[in-house]
C-alpha cells in the first residue's frame, strides 16, 4: 500500500511560482509511474505531468515549459515547480501512482494523494 501526502500548494499572483511536493510513505518511486493531476471546480481531472518509471517525463501542452515535474528517490518524494502561473492554473493538485506501467484512463492509477489547493490571481 502506497500513501501519498502533497503539500506545498497555496495562493499567489499570476506570473508567481510554487513547488508542490508529494511524499510516497515507506516506498521507493523508482518503479512506479508518477503522474500530476489537478481539478478546476466544474471540470475533469486532468495530467499535468508525467513521471515514466523509465525516468521519461511528459507535460500537457498548457504547462510545458512553465511546469517542471522531477523525483527524489532518496526521499521518496516527487516535485511539482510551478513558474509563470496563470490563473487558469487555480485548481486542486493531486499525485497519482501506478506501478510499472503509466495507463491513459485517470481511473486506473491506484494510489491518489488528497490534492492540494493552488490559487492564482490575476
Known amino acids: 500500500q502506497v500513501q501519498l501526502l502533497e503539500s506545498g500548494g497555496g495562493s499567489v499572483q499570476a506570473g508567481g511560482s510554487l513547488r508542490l511536493s508529494c511524499g510516497a510513505s515507506?516506498?521507493?518511486?523508482?518503479?512506479?509511474?508518477m503522474v500530476w493531476f489537478r481539478q478546476a471546480p466544474g471540470k475533469k481531472r486532468v495530467g499535468v505531468a508525467r513521471?515514466?518509471?523509465?525516468?521519461?517525463?511528459t507535460y500537457a501542452d498548457s504547462v510545458k515549459g512553465r511546469f517542471t515535474i522531477s523525483r527524489d528517490n532518496a526521499k521518496h518524494t516527487l516535485i511539482l515547480q510551478m513558474n509563470s502561473l496563470k490563473p487558469e492554473d487555480t485548481a486542486t493538485y493531486y499525485c497519482?501512482?501506478?506501478?510499472?506501467?503509466?495507463?491513459?484512463?485517470?481511473?486506473?492509477?491506484?494510489?491518489w494523494g488528497r490534492g492540494t489547493q493552488v490559487t492564482v490571481s490575476s
Open positions: 497519482a501512482a501506478r506501478r510499472f506501467y503509466c495507463p491513459s484512463l485517470v481511473s486506473d492509477y491506484y494510489y
Open positions: 515507506g516506498h521507493t518511486l523508482n518503479t512506479y509511474c
Open positions: 513521471f515514466d518509471s523509465d525516468g521519461s517525463t
